[in-house]
């Protein structure tokens, strides 16, 4: 069965800096694509940014590209989301999530099989 748990969210003023962490557990943590997504209220969820099974290859929504970075430790079966110069529209529930089968970096919710409960980050102006 596999788990997803994510932790590190909370609340934090505008220019501030938080990191999430997942920790993943069921499958073989290193064959798998990792992404973070988010949902504010009242909007669908989006892609935030992923990360590919070695961590060579990584791809960030252009609304974060530049603040956030995604990363992971195949030895602690952890992929991670640091955040800095966080704003107020950065204020969701952020999602991680593991792919399918897929061998590559995707954005699309579709090829990710497995979520976990979700984190709620909140940023103040």
């Known amino acids: 069965q596999v788990q997803l748990v994510e932790s590190g969210g909370g609340s934090v003023q505008a220019g501030g800096s938080l990191r999430l962490s997942c920790a993943a557990s069921?499958?073989?943590?290193?064959?798998?694509?990792m992404g973070w997504f988010r949902q504010a209220p009242g909007k669908e969820r989006e892609f935030v940014a992923t990360?590919?099974?070695?961590?060579?290859?990584?791809y960030y929504a252009d609304s974060v590209k530049g603040r956030f970075t995604i990363s992971r430790d195949n030895a602690k079966n952890t992929v991670y989301l640091q955040m800095n110069s966080l704003k107020p529209e950065d204020t969701a529930v952020y999602y991680c999530?593991?792919?399918?089968?897929?061998?590559?970096?995707?954005?699309?919710?579709?090829?990710?099989?497995?979520w976990g409960q979700g984190t709620q980050v909140t940023v103040s102006s």
């Open positions: 069921g499958r073989t943590f290193s064959s798998y694509t």
């Open positions: 990360i590919s099974r070695s961590g060579g290859s990584t």
């Open positions: 999530a593991q792919a399918r089968s897929v061998a590559y970096t995707t954005t699309r919710e579709y090829d990710y099989a497995y």
